[in-house]
C-alpha cells in the first residue's frame, strides 16, 4: 500500500540512530495509506539536489567553487523550506566516493535528515560499497535489484524512482543494466494507480559519456502513460526538455557549475497529480534565475 514518511518519526529514527552511533538517514513511524484516502489535492514538496561532490577534504574545490561550503550553505535553505524529504541525484561525492567523502557527506546532510528523509542516488563519481557503509541505513522501499542501489518513495500524489547509473568510479558514462531494466519492466505496469517520475543521475543523450542504456530507458517508460517525467544531473545544468510526452528536467549542481552560464544550487520541488513547480534555489553562479517557479505539466 502506499506510504508517506512521518516527519517526526523520521526525527525520533535520526536520533535514534545518532545516539546508537549508526548510519544517520533512516526512517520510521510510516503510516499506511489506503486509495480512497489519496486526495486529488494531494502535493509532494521534495527538494531536489544533484552533483553534491563533498570531498573528505573540506578545502577541496573546483573552479573558484568549494563543494563542501556549498552544501553547508543549502542544507539551512532546505531545512527552511520545510520539504516531505531530499532527494541527491547522483555524484555525491566529489570524485571516486571514498569513505571520508561519505562521512562528510553524512555530517553535513544531519540537519536535513533530522527533520525529514533523505534519498540519495548513485552516480558516476559515487563508490557504492563505500556509500553502503556510511549510509547503513537508509530511508524509501529499496527494490531488489542485485548490484544496484534503486530506492521506491511512496506519496500519494506520486511515486518517485530513484536509480542507479554508477558502472565504473570515477569513469564518465552510466548504464542502468539489464537486471534494472527488468525490474523496471515488470513493476512500472503495476504502479499506473498514480503519476510516477525517475530520478537518474546521466544524461539522457547517445555521447560516450551519458547513459548508455538511455534508450531502453526511453522505451521502458514510453508505453506507461503514468510515468510523467526524468529528471537527471551529471552537466551541471538547469534545464527543462521534452521528449514527446516525457518530461525531462536536468538538475543544476550543488557542487559547482561547468561554465558561468549555469547556476550552482537546487530545487524546490512541488508534485501533483496533474504536474510540478519547479523554484530554481541558486547559491551561487548564475543566480539570475534565483527565485523563479517554472511549471511543468503532466502529458
Not at 42 to 54: G, I, M, N, P, Y
Not at 106 to 127: F, K, M, Q, S
Not at 146 to 170: C, F, Q, W
Amino acid at each position: 500500500m502506499p506510504i508517506i514518511f512521518d516527519r517526526a518519526g523520521s526525527r525520533r529514527a535520526f536520533l535514534k540512530t545518532a545516539t546508537l552511533g549508526g548510519a544517520a538517514l533512516v526512517v520510521a513511524g510510516c503510516r499506511s495509506l489506503t486509495p480512497r484516502q489519496a486526495g486529488a489535492g494531494e502535493e509532494f514538496h521534495l527538494a531536489l539536489l544533484a552533483d553534491t561532490h563533498v570531498p573528505g577534504d573540506r578545502k577541496n574545490g573546483h573552479r573558484g567553487f568549494n563543494p563542501w561550503e556549498n552544501l553547508r550553505a543549502v542544507v539551512p535553505q532546505v531545512v527552511a523550506a520545510r520539504p516531505e524529504g531530499v532527494v541527491i541525484c547522483g555524484d555525491a561525492a566529489r570524485l571516486d566516493g571514498k569513505l571520508e567523502d561519505y562521512q562528510e557527506l553524512r555530517a553535513l546532510l544531519e540537519p536535513a535528515a533530522a527533520v525529514t528523509p533523505v534519498y540519495i542516488g548513485l552516480g558516476n563519481h559515487d563508490d557504492r560499497a563505500n556509500f553502503l557503509k556510511v549510509f547503513a541505513a537508509r530511508p524509501g522501499t529499496p527494490a531488489p535489484v542485485s548490484g544496484k542501489h534503486v530506492t521506491v518513495i511512496e506519496h500519494p500524489a506520486v511515486r518517485v524512482i530513484v536509480l542507479d547509473s554508477l558502472m565504473y568510479v570515477n569513469q564518465t558514462p552510466g548504464l542502468l543494466g539489464r537486471a534494472q531494466r527488468q525490474w523496471l519492466a515488470v513493476h512500472l505496469p503495476r504502479l499506473a494507480d498514480r503519476p510516477a517520475v525517475l530520478f537518474v543521475h546521466h544524461t539522457l543523450g547517445d555521447g560516450d559519456g551519458d547513459l548508455l542504456d538511455a534508450e531502453r530507458l526511453f522505451a521502458l517508460a514510453w508505453p506507461y502513460r503514468h510515468v510523467k517525467a526524468i529528471f537527471y544531473g551529471h552537466s551541471h545544468v538547469w534545464a527543462l526538455s521534452r521528449r514527446e510526452r516525457l518530461q525531462l528536467i536536468n538538475l543544476p549542481a550543488v557542487g559547482y557549475n561547468f561554465n558561468d552560464a549555469q547556476p550552482v544550487g537546487w530545487v524546490d520541488a512541488r508534485f501533483g497529480g496533474t504536474g510540478a513547480s519547479l523554484t530554481l534555489r541558486a547559491l551561487a553562479g548564475n543566480r539570475s534565475g534565483d527565485g523563479r517557479t517554472w511549471s511543468v505539466a503532466w502529458a
